[in-house]
């Protein structure tokens, strides 16, 4: 009689890695991202933080960088528009490409994609092939925020600047709150 117990986990050939979907590495080319610029106008940022002062520019320009950094890896989505790189985890096909809104996949392991092997819209999947380690490279990202994610680059900005003289914190961070609510995660 069969041992229906049997815990798969306990398998011999089970080897540890990537989950199905995960992103193993990820390249952005920063020539098209504009890495080095701020997405938001330094006038603007100044005025949603209520700074009347010109000593911290420079300061505010390196914390909108820290900060789309932080909002785009909270949300998985591109704050900037660019050229990306990633190897994914297709082991059973439909994995979502990151970063996205996906404009356009210009190849998927060095070959042109066909008609049937990209889905979707805004949010683009690789529906084959159905391998482990899979390269793609495509465009992605806004080229200009929508409100809500505009909303909470904002307050990730100001976080960063009222927060960097205290050591904690006993409320968690808004901007938190306002990504999560749009999050592809």
Known sequence: MADFRYNCDR?????????YGDVIDIIFT???????????PLAEVKNFCKIDIDEDDALLDELQLAAINI?????????RFRTIEAVIN?????????YGPVDTVTSIDTKTPETNQVLGVK?????????NRV???????YSTLPAD????LLQCIFYLYDERKRSE??????YKETLKRVSRK
Do not use: H, M
């Open 149 to 152: 994610l505009k909303t909470g």
């Open 11 to 19: 398998r011999d050939d089970y080897r540890e890695g990537p989950s």
């Open 123 to 131: 949010w683009k999947q690789i529906e084959w092939p159905r391998l």
């Open 90 to 98: 297709n082991g059973n096909g439909g994995a979502y490409l990151p």
């Open 169 to 174: 914190n006993a409320y968690p961070p808004i």
């Open 71 to 79: 909002c785009e890896g909270a949300t998985n989505i591109g704050f």
């Open 30 to 40: 920063e020539e098209s991202s504009g890495a080095d610029t701020a997405i938001i």
């Open 135 to 141: 390269t793609v490279i495509y465009t992605a990202g």
